[in-house]
């Protein structure tokens, strides 16, 4: 392969360049004869994803070979000097606010990750700060707020349409369908926590009803936690409707005191807004009834608090962190609790995020109507970067199953 300077230096034969009247800012100039050094790199590896970029109406500028899967329009100076920082959250930033403009294969826009930075120490340590000093609880219910309460109309459009679950789908080959992997993830927890119609069941994090609504339907008693305002009052609506022997309390599991204890307890992808793994488990055991079980299920990352800036700033702020397994079952041992399984859903969690990304995609201009370009902008990014960490092992996640003895 030819090197990226000399590789794109005119357009694909199939490319009529358009003509402008509009001359090209300095500054972009000097920042495509950056990005062409710093991508030369890149493209020399034979993996490059081809794309073009230009100065608002301006001629295109080819990088690497073939048709470009994604274009990058270049409205001002602020996304010069945001592309030219390499510095992720601010690019995504300048997106979010319409000074770049993404529009192709946003999958594959995706591997130029490793070309970015992420470098922002004192946003890292302030998140881990602000439990410390304003309480757990009251950062949760801020945080919780800040990614939950939009309308409960802008989730539905990219979760599964049979269970509305906001986690992953268990799937046995690529080519399922989400509402089957949900489906088969909620048969799954049902099954090993072994409880029959009458019983309790702790929901830890109702969402948008998942499993209290499909073990509900099977006569189990649950109850589901949320600090969700908008959560609450869709549970509320649809246990209403499905006249379902369940419930929904507005309360911080750390918080709950329901005055007896649960025949099990389930949580669906909230162990990363639990991060202190002996507080949580504490919480577990004085909630569960001796010999009762527990289903988790969650991301993951090796080290502890490894979120993206990006995340931390705009989707999950204050103390949230994927799943450290060492660390978490470092914890377990100094319980009581016996594991009964762990399972592996790394690439069921690719191909989740993906279908979420590509329901979000079809939905776009509902979703920009609903909530604003912004907000569609920040999840956009939010959901094809998930499926891209889950999908390069970047991040992981896993079910568990935990007994407390008799």
Request: charged letters at 25%.
């Amino acid at each position: 392969m030819q090197e990226a300077e000399t590789a794109v230096a005119s357009a694909p034969a199939h490319k009529i360049p358009v003509r402008s009247t509009t001359q090209e800012d300095p500054g972009f100039k000097r920042l495509i004869s950056i990005l062409r050094k710093t991508c030369q790199e890149y493209y020399a590896t034979g993996k490059g994803v081809p794309l073009q970029m230009r100065w608002q109406d301006c001629e295109w500028h080819y990088f690497g070979e073939g048709e470009p899967a994604f274009s990058v329009t270049v409205r001002d100076k602020t996304a010069v000097s945001a592309l030219a920082s390499l510095d992720a959250t601010t690019i995504f930033e300048a997106y979010m606010l319409d000074h770049l403009d993404f529009r192709g294969d946003m999958e594959r826009f995706f591997s130029f990750r490793d070309m970015t930075s992420d470098n922002h120490p004192l946003q890292y340590f302030w998140s881990l700060l602000k439990p410390l000093v304003f309480g757990q609880a009251k950062m949760d219910r801020s945080g919780i707020a800040a990614h939950y309460d939009h309308s409960h109309e802008f989730y539905l459009t990219f979760m599964d349409t049979r269970h509305r679950c906001y986690s992953q789908g268990v799937y046995l080959n690529d080519n399922e369908s989400l509402e089957d992997a949900v489906t088969r993830k909620l048969d799954f927890a049902l099954e090993q926590i072994n409880v029959k119609p009458g019983d309790r069941v702790l929901d830890i994090g109702g969402g948008w009803g998942a499993f209290n609504e499909y073990a509900g339907k099977k006569g189990i008693h649950v109850t589901s936690l949320t600090i969700s305002k908008e959560s609450e009052k869709y549970l509320n609506d649809m246990i209403a409707r499905e006249k379902i022997p369940t419930k929904v309390v507005n309360c911080h599991l750390y918080e709950y005191e329901p005055g007896f204890k649960y025949d099990a307890l389930v949580n669906l992808g909230v162990t990363e807004h639990l991060p202190d793994y002996g507080k949580s488990l504490a919480t577990y055991q004085r909630l569960l009834k001796p010999g009762g079980k527990m289903y988790l299920d969650a991301s993951a990352c090796r080290e502890k608090y490894k979120f993206h800036s990006f995340i931390y700033r705009y989707i999950y702020p204050n103390n949230c962190s994927p799943l450290c397994l060492h660390d978490y079952m470092t914890e377990l041992s100094k319980t009581p609790f016996q594991l009964r399984g762990i399972w592996d859903d790394r690439w069921s969690y690719y191909l989740t995020a993906k279908q979420w990304a590509l329901n979000f995609e079809r939905h776009r201009d509902k979703l920009v109507e609903l909530e604003g370009e912004v907000l569609f902008r920040q999840f956009q990014i939010y959901l094809w970067g998930t499926a891209d960490v889950f999908k390069k092992d970047v991040m992981q996640a896993y079910r568990w199953v935990l007994q407390l003895p008799e």
